[in-house]
């Protein structure tokens, strides 16, 4: 009988610790939450604006409903370029976008979009999640409020339309192009115009001659957009982004009112999202095309090699130079580096040596 009281006692006393606990634990599963997503994509633009909606709509399936991530197109809330004022002010909870659309602002950010002859998507990836690069990433966004996390990546890009054919860098002297970022900075060294426009007035500035040449992405986006209308040679290699990472920046005060499994819920989808987009554009690309070039006689061109080089020996200058003139770009274009010269040695070794044997026995057969 005393034991039995005793065991009571303990019980109750348990219960009664337990239960403000258990009430928390219940709050943070009822709790539910409706946040805004702007983007700097047409609305539904396939590939770039598509990867925000099916974050969506993952978000809501793993949550079972209890985090609601509603997507706003470029201009339906806020202009393309304002996504990075929304997120960090918190007029809306996220934003999906570019990072070198903020070079403005935050000049470091671009390497977490692509630099000129930097990292491929695989290269890309492994730096930011595996190699330092969401620390040094957050950090940038910190005094703005905001958390950024990877959100797909475009692959390997083209350099762009042309209504002339590129020989040599006295044929970009005044050209006026649409090129962000470093990508943007080399092309005004080398004689162009880069001037920086969003992706859904790309097609009119064109047709209008307010420029003279675009950038955008690569076959797939591009088809989409119709610039086959508008130009008659599409160059490659895209030298200014090798593999153009994308991003969700999440507003600070937001992620932080939610609970961990909502928080882990949101950290997962984003990195489905980014390898899934990647996957779109490496299965959608060559098929867009064989189209453009069959059904819409578009002229394909290889850029010259010394265009390329004169292009690269630019590139390291102008990062080497934003580097030592800003801290804050001199500290992620060291990790940059590093890392680059790790991946670049053993890709040397595994990957480029794989993709010249198969090149070469395509030839053979
Ligand atoms: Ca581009």
Redesign the pocket.
Known sequence: MKNFLISALVLSLLIACGAPEQSKINESKIKSYSWSLVTTWPKNYPGLGMAPERFSTLVEEMSQGQLKVKVYGAGELVPAMGVFDAVSSGSVEMGHGGAYYWKGKVPAAQFFAGVPFGFTADEINAWVYRGGGLELWEELYKPFNMKPLPGGN?GT?MFGWFNKEINSLDDIKGLKMRF?GF?GEVFKRAGGVPVNIPGGELYTAMQTGTIDAV???GPYNDLAFGFQQVAKYYYYP?W??PG?MLEFTINIEAWDSLPSHLQSIVSTAAKAVNQDLLNEYNASNNRALQDLIKNHNVQLRELPKDVINEFRSISEEILETSAANDPAVNKVYQSFKKFMAEVKSFNAIAGDAFIEARTNSDTDS
Do not use: F
């Open positions: 475009t890009q962000p990508g950038e955008w992405v895209g200014h982004e153009s």
